[in-house]
Every structure is written in C-alpha cells, then in structure tokens.
C-alpha cells in the first residue's frame, strides 16, 4: 500500500501552519458511485459539534505522515472560516395565539425544572411554547454522498466480520483503494485491507463486501500508526 495514503478515523489533524493539533479526523464523506473521497470532516478538540467540513483537496500527497497526522494545506484561520459539518434544523409551529404554524419558527427550549434559576418560556407568558419542539441537528453534507465513521459494521457476505477503521486513497485522485478493518475478536484483532473492488456497498452507517468471512481473514494484516481515537 506504498502508493496509496491511508487515514485512520481518530487521527490527529493541524494546519500548515500550527505545530499543534487543531483536532481529530471524525468522519470522512465519500461519493459512493465513482467511491471518491470528497470531504473530511475534523472536530476540533474539547468542542464537540464544532466540526470543519473540509474538501479532501486540502490533503495533498504526502501530506499523511508516519505517525497518521495529516497536515492540511490551508491555515488555521481559513480552517475555522470552513463550513460546519452539522446544522440546526427548526421545526415549524409555536401555537401562539394569532399566528398560523407554518409562518413561525419554534427557537431552542431549555426551560430548567421548576425550583431551577432559569425560567420557561411560558413562564414568561408566552402560552403554547412550553412545549416547543427541540432543534433537529443533522450533518451538513453534499447531496448524494454518504459519511463514514470509525466503527461502522462491515459485513462480508456470511455476516458481520469487524468495523471500519479508515480508508486507503489514491492522493492523485481522492478515489478509495481499500476499506480498512478492524476484524476478529478482542483476543485475536487484527487490521486488514479490503480492495475497493471487493465493496458491495458503502454507506447508511455499514459497509458490505462481496468476500466471505473465511477471505477477509486470510488477508495480511496492516499496520497502521498508534494512535487513540475516541471510543465508539
């Protein structure tokens, strides 16, 4: 896999021009048809919700080092200046008197239980919001393509075989080579490749294989930086 770039979901992410970590690879976005990488997405630390859709453009070849830190080409500033990678979404309807559903938006509620030092929206004589629904958060991604995560099932096609742990791509192209897996048992794991020619399927939170479990094991195992990723 000399020729390929692998990135390891939970690895350490700075910019060109910060000698420190800015955050962790949380997630990566891949267009499932043409299997093409086209954002990641990096949380920065201590800040969950706070994550950077980043266009995968801005992992240059090489740009992966021995120790898995991927190094962006562009600035911390302009990294923090990026999209979020998650949006809030509001839920049309508030009841209040006079007002049709459709024309109102209900804001975040975060009423305190009675006794508490905070007061609830009804308190304040607004009726009807008391019950307000809360905000619906989804990931902010581009039409068509799927999200990856550390941990998503992997299935060969005799059942579950592991969970991803990153993928390999091709740093001229942002295509994916191989899916890497953490398979086996707690007592006998190991790391392996899978050939993006051997991928079923990719996406809604799973990965199907056209191989069987006996052809995944018998694949070599890989090494791949030490690290410690989040749990999942």
Request: a negative charge; charged letters at 25%; hydrophobic letters at 40%.
């Amino acid at each position: 896999m000399s020729d390929v770039t692998p990135f390891a979901i939970g690895a350490e992410v700075n910019c060109r021009d910060g000698a420190d970590s800015w955050g962790r690879l949380d997630r990566m976005v891949v267009e499932p048809l043409g299997r093409t990488v086209t954002h990641l997405v990096v949380e920065p630390h201590h800040r969950r919700g706070l994550g950077r859709l980043v266009p995968a453009r801005l992992v240059a070849p090489g740009a992966v080092g021995d120790d898995g830190r991927i190094t962006l080409s562009c600035t911390t500033d302009e990294l923090e200046a990026m999209d979020n990678a998650e949006e809030t979404r509001f839920l049309p309807g508030t009841g209040l008197e006079g007002y049709d559903p459709s024309a109102t938006l209900a804001w975040p509620f975060f009423g305190l239980a009675a006794g508490g030092m905070g007061t609830t929206m009804g308190s304040l004589g607004l009726a009807g919001l008391d019950n307000a629904p809360q905000p619906l958060v989804v990931d902010r991604i581009p039409s068509g393509e799927v999200e990856l995560h550390r941990g998503d099932p992997v299935h060969a096609v005799d059942g579950h075989i592991g969970k991803v742990r990153g993928l390999a791509v091709d740093p001229a192209t942002r295509q994916v080579t191989h899916v890497l897996l953490d398979e086996g048992h707690l007592w006998g794991k190991k790391q392996v490749a899978i050939p993006v020619s051997e991928l079923q399927a990719i996406g809604e939170g799973r990965v199907e294989v056209r191989l069987t479990k006996a052809e995944i094991k018998d694949l070599p195992a890989i090494e791949l930086a030490t690290m410690s990723p989040p749990e999942v």
